[in-house]
């Protein structure tokens, strides 16, 4: 009996999972994931919940419910992996040999990375909503405020979901806008790109999105420490910018179980080959989503397509031919644009988002990289089809690999 | 395709103004972008830090992050930024004749 085992049981482990749970044979393989927690939460809800739009309750579900019946589940921090031994430690004190390993731990936010950022006004005046207790406190926040200086401050990047601060600017507008105090708040993104994006033509699209709305962009800021007294970020440089209520995007890094493996980057992401999704250098292990060095999006519709690529090459691998599925880098994500409406960026390593309409039979087309309320359909859609398709690991009407159908190329 | 003049010399850039060709780098022509770009001289710790950048993106293929320059390149972030101000990842990138780091996005 072979062993194929899950580190993670979040978007990318349980898609994973479900896949694998109906291809390998039962008398050949069993399939295990470990996770330290039961709860599994739809991440792209928390942009919401500040809002008031969604309450945490309705965006978390027990992760068991979503992994097939023959699949054991390990409730245990993952202590470390030992590659050479084909072994991870579990804190539990177990020990599981592995003979397939798929490291799928994803990423958090540390504000412990920045000087200043996290102390007894953590949670106070500086919020993030990247955990399920930040965005909590930041709704409770909110609903009290009078109104100020609003920093959205993103310490460096990669961070998870790299359109997920835009949106909150965009859904904080419109927030105040609609409480009748838009008047009162003066909003601020402050980021360590060059614009509003990574991309030329989205930076500049999204650029002009945030001017309409009246928000403010500091560019090319790095953020080196936070100076509490005087309630104000100060980048390496020495430039300074203050704020009233700081909404920080901490550094994200992958999990500390990567670094006591001896594993990963300076940002324990696993260097991992971005075709093949092997990880470099190891034998029989592989990365999906968030926990990787990839140069794509970590974002949950990039797991869903790194799955289909990754799926393939498991496959392959496990009868002993070589690896040949290629992920291209492909990114698909709705944008949230506020007031009802939503925007659509579809990308890969090598195309940047483009305008144009993205076709999709049944329901689109939608607009890309436009404000429309399709999108924002979309976008509420999204937690439905995650719940039910996209953990499932179920076929979506979206190819893995980019399309060009659509877009306009100028 | 913008090119620059150097010593008489059109060399080739990249849509970022990077160079477009690596080969055409050695250190006097690392010394006229340094100075274009408001680096006067390059001193010991800056050639450090080029020739670290080098190293990396000969052996991966892009270059490090300003996280990874300070874990492995002896060189704080606070005096990263003093070499070269404004951006040293981006900076010393482009000193050391390599394209723009990828980043991620
Ligand atoms: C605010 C926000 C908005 C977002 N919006 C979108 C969006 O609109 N669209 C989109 O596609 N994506 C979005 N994302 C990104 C998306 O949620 C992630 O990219 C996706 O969940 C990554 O999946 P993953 O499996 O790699 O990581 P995760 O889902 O985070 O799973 C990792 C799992 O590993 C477990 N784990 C890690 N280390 C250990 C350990 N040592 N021991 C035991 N267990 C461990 C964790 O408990 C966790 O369950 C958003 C994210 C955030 C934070």
Redesign the pocket.
């Known amino acids: 009996m072979r062993h194929m085992l899950i580190l ?6 349980t898609i994973m999972a479900n896949k694998l749970a109906s291809a390998l044979d039962e008398r050949d393989w069993r399939i295990t994931v ?4 039961e709860e599994h939460y739809y ?2 809800g ?2 919401f919940v500040p809002f008031g739009i969604y309450r945490m309750r309705e965006i978390v579900k027990p992760r068991r419910q979503y992994l097939p019946g023959r699949i054991k589940f390990v409730l245990s ?2 202590e470390r992996i030992d590659a050479e031994k084909k072994t991870v430690m579990l804190s539990s004190g177990e020990a599981l040999r592995y003979d397939c390993l798929i490291i ?3 990423a958090d936010i540390h504000p412990e990375q920045i000087d200043g950022l996290l102390n007894e006004e953590w949670g106070r005046s500086k919020f993030d ?2 955990t399920p207790k930040g965005a909590d406190r930041l709704a409770q926040f909110l609903k009290g405020w009078q109104g100020g200086k609003l920093v959205l401050s993103i310490a460096e990047m990669p961070i ?2 790299p359109v ?1 601060p835009l949106e909150f600017l965009f859904l904080a507008d419109a927030y105040f806008t609609e409480r009748g105090m838009r008047d009162k708040v003066d909003i601020h993104l402050v980021t360590p790109l060059s614009g509003a994006f990574t991309k030329p033509v989205s930076s500049r699209v999204l650029g002009e999105f945030l001017e309409r709305k009246g928000i403010t962009v500091t560019p090319d800021f790095d953020l080196g420490r936070v100076d509490n007294k005087e309630k104000k970020l100060v980048a390496w440089d020495e430039t300074e910018v203050s704020y009233d209520l700081l909404v920080s995007i901490p550094t994200n890094m992958g ?1 500390a ?1 990567i670094a006591r493996s001896g594993m990963g980057n300076e940002l324990n992401f696993v260097p991992t080959n971005k075709q093949t999704l092997k990880a470099d250098g190891l034998e029989d292990v592989f990365v ?4 990787s060095n990839l140069p794509s999006s ?6 869903h397509f790194q799955s289909e690529i990754l799926f393939q090459n498991i496959l392959e691998h496990i009868e002993g031919r070589p690896a040949c599925a290629h992920f291209d880098g492909h990114a698909n ?2 944008i949230e644009s506020g007031f009802g409406k939503g925007l659509l960026i579809d990308f890969n390593y090598e195309t940047e988002p483009l305008p144009g309409e993205f076709p999709l039979p049944g329901i689109g087309p939608f607009k890309l990289l436009e404000e429309s309320p399709i999108n924002h359909y979309g976008k509420m859609m ?1 937690r439905w089809v995650y719940w039910n398709l996209l953990l499932r690991g179920m076929e979506l009407p979206i190819e893995a690999e980019m399309s060009m159908a659509g877009k306009r190329v100028r | 395709m913008e090119t620059m003049n150097i010593a008489g010399k059109a060399i080739e850039l990249d849509a970022d103004g990077h160079l477009a060709n690596r080969n055409d780098w050695n250190e006097n022509l690392a010394r006229e972008i340094a100075a274009q770009e408001g680096i006067p001289e390059l001193t010991s710790p800056h050639w450090a830090v080029i020739n670290f950048m080098r190293t990396v993106f000969e052996k991966e293929g892009d270059a490090p992050s300003i996280r990874r320059l300070t874990k492995e390149s002896g060189v704080d972030t606070k005096t990263l930024y003093q070499l070269f101000p404004k951006g040293p990842a981006k900076r010393a990138a482009k000193i050391a004749g390599l394209p723009k780091p990828k980043g991620c996005i």
Not at chain 1, 8 to 13: K, L, Q
């Open positions: 993670g049981g979040g978007t990318a482990g470990v996770d330290g927690t991440q792209p928390f942009l921090g993952i799928a731990t994803g909503f990247y998870k979901c997920a999990n179980c999906l989503g968030d926990a970590k974002a949950g519709s990039v797991a994500c709705f999204f």
